[in-house]
């Protein structure tokens, strides 16, 4: 039986949404099981509260756990009795363990998948690459969004690489549109980085579209953002910030006056379609591109519903063997080490 270990201790409402998401995904799919690392008296508790079907549920005790504040790289190899280090241990050592999400500290999942679970032969670097909503419903890949702050031209052609992969095998867009993020849509405009890379892309046999602007990031005219961890993590903060100003400032606005609140009736399903489609929650995670097994990391403050959306993301990339699509890719056009 698949199984995917779940970070139960990462995460701002630790244990309440990973359990609750976690039993949710459980009882919508079949011949899948949990592992839930963290302390067991507590996780034995929550779980109580729940019907489910136990055969597919385990817990592995751990009872240490790796905050924010904490150096990376010494949390991971100082404390092996965390959630976060535990989980990696599974997925590393038990064959069955095909996945896992951790809700913790980045950087600490960063790390800890390398040095737990280890890069696909020929990665240079794996990249973050969640997705984000687009006008009329769809989404876009944006590789990558932190984990590389300073990048060489070769490591964005193969976030590129691994990104197209992604998205055609999980998400079945079988030639996605792939966009550079860049201060201008000409092709001489950019930085030493992004001219570099812009004249690598051109040569592969993708669908390329050239230099794109921040402010089209969103309008469905993409499937791939490229950009290095750096402009992708200011990106994608940037419109997680806007998307959180225009709903509070709608909300002012409708509540100022009487007849606002009226005619706010008339729009309310209309808001709340606006709503869904602005909430990370519903997407689930970043996956981490580029190592042996799957790895997603939720967001901090992840709801039930993302833990639940991030888990059926980390099933998807399962069942499509991304990891072993990604390799097959690097090797195709030799972009390696």
Known sequence: MMKIAVDAFGGDTSPYS?????IDFLNETKDVGLVFTGDKEILKRELSKYKYDSSRVFIEHAP????????????IRAKKDSSMVKAFDLL???????????????????????LKVGRINGVLRPALAPLLPTRGGGRVCLIDCGAN???R????????LMAVCYMRSVYGIQNPRVGLVS???????GNALTKEVFEQLKKLPINFKGNMEARD??????????????????LLKSVEGTAQMVMGELKSAIMASASAKFGALFMKKAFRKLKKSMDYNAYGGA??????????????AANPEAVSAALRQVKKMIDADLAGGIKEELEKFSVNE
Do not use: R
């Open 18 to 22: 990973q359990i609750k998401g976690g």
């Open 64 to 75: 240490e756990v790796i905050s924010n504040e904490e150096a990376p790289t010494t949390a």
């Open 92 to 114: 590393k050592e038990d064959a069955e363990v095909a996945g896992m999400i951790s809700s913790g500290s980045t950087g600490a999942v960063l790390t800890g998948s390398v």
């Open 149 to 151: 702050v300073d990048s």
């Open 153 to 160: 031209p070769d490591f964005l052609v193969q976030f590129t």
């Open 183 to 189: 201060v201008g849509v000409e092709d001489h405009k």
């Open 217 to 234: 990031a969103l309008t469905g005219e993409y499937d791939i953002l490229v950009a290095d961890g750096f402009v992708g993590n200011v």
């Open 287 to 300: 996956p981490f591109l580029g190592i042996n097994k799957v790895v997603v990391k939720a967001h901090g």
